[in-house]
């Protein structure tokens, strides 16, 4: 019996860890499977959202093919040599996402390459004729000076925006001929095979840049001023409605991450960098549109600059909802006509500017229409047709309390401060005799509590005061709108944009709406 039982109890354990296994296996490729197609769903989650990267990539490797070629093939490697190495090196680093950027890098590439063989030949060929020992040291002394003379040059603002790639080519190709040229013999065989690589891969890209589906730095610039614009217009209106709904806010808590208001303003604000590149990339791109008009990268920089000034205007309203007085939403239901008005209007007027840059065309005449000025009126009316809203139940006691407050306070040591304020608010004795008892003695002193929020609590403030300050933004907001349209008229001057014609706006408008409609896009 206990042979048979000890028999069953292993097979039954053998079963179980069998079982366990395969939970294990079993978990463990759910599991893997899980993370496939997670990643699955991220690349092609990058190529959907913006399908240029993948030509992009093709590109590339179709480049590094291309110039392997030159190790590959017999003939090739024959007559360039261990050098053809060089041609993959330079596609790797020249072959950029813009064509601008490709141009900027494989010119600056080729110039500090010449410029580099040039001097390092003839600076060989004054060594020749010395001896051994002078040719070291005129190679040192060549190799110091010609270093840092380019290192210090890379200081310059200008060199260091536009050349800065060039004159580190330039350094090390100077530094690597002319070394070597102390131990080799023929050293225009070396610049003349480095050139000739230089060149081929240079020229590789700047084919592949420029014919092969371009995405031009200009086009990115134009398209990402359009964006910003959107963007703004967007936040302004959100705000505004997000301001006067009936749903709770979540104030004090940072949620800007996820929320939608903070997306649409934020790549404005990071803007100054990606401005300056893709500006800085367009002004080495050739005139490749159909009239060959000039792209005014210089404009789009100062439109740029105008629109993150305006945004930081956005910044300060949409702070408005997260503070930590608010005005009650019996109070903001008088106003909230004429703000969503306002608001709707300064919208309007954004997105027809982004609308004229996208088409290329002059902005509307009537880009600040009647129908802003009259929102403006009617704010105005409205503010003024509660004057006791921004006063207060006892507006000059409440401010001659606050500043004998604040006045007596300062005089007074912290030690003795709690036991010495005197006030007529109830809250503030309570904060007082509460903050008393459980007063902490740290290092000898004693803490100093805060005293203005409490302060503030006990003045009586008006309610309406947290909108003031809502309303003067929403102000502020279409008084900067003007800078945004002079620029937007400048940069359509400059640009040659085509004139405003009534008709084709009509035609922009229907098909906007045609798009807004689609069963896609969400209803309201």
Known sequence: ???????????????????????????????????????????????????????????????????????????????????????VMTVVVVLEFTAGATLCKGLNRGLGTLLAGSLAFLFEYIARETGK?????????????????????????????????????????????????YRVEDVLKIARERLYTMAIGSGVCIVMSLFIFPNWSGENLHNFSVSKIEGLAKSIEACVNEYFSDRETNVGKDNSMEDPIYENYKAVLDSKSTDETLALHTSWEPRHSWHCDPIPWQQYVKLGAVLRHFGYTVVALHGCLRTEIQTPKSVRLLFKDPCTRLATEVSKALMELADSIRNRRQCSPEVLSDHLHQALQDLDTALKSQPRLFLGPNGPNNTANMLALVAESTRLKPEKQLSSVKTESSALYEWKSKRVSKQLEVDGRFLRPTLSKIAITSLEFSEALPFAAFAALLVEAVAKLDLVIEEVEELGRIACFKEFDDHVIVEVDEKSKMEINLPSDPVE
């Open 133 to 181: 020992v002078f040719c070291a040291i005129f190679i040192g002394a060549l190799v110091f000076l010609i270093g840092a003379m380019s290192t210090y040059l890379r200081f310059f603002p200008t060199v260091k925006k536009n050349y800065d790639y060039g004159v580190i080519i330039f350094l090390l190709t100077f530094n690597l001929i002319t070394i070597s040229s």
């Open 1 to 87: 019996m206990c042979s048979i039982d000890v028999a069953t109890s292993s097979v039954s354990s053998k079963y179980f860890a069998t079982d366990v296994l395969k939970n294990r296996v079993g978990v463990y490729m759910e599991t893997t499977k899980k993370f496939l197609g997670l990643t699955c769903q991220k690349i092609l989650k990058v190529g959907r959202d913006d399908p240029r990267r993948a030509i992009h990539s093709v590109k590339v490797g179709v480049s590094l093919t291309l110039v392997s070629l030159l190790y590959l093939l017999e003939p090739l490697f024959n007559g360039i040599g261990q050098n053809a190495i060089w041609a």
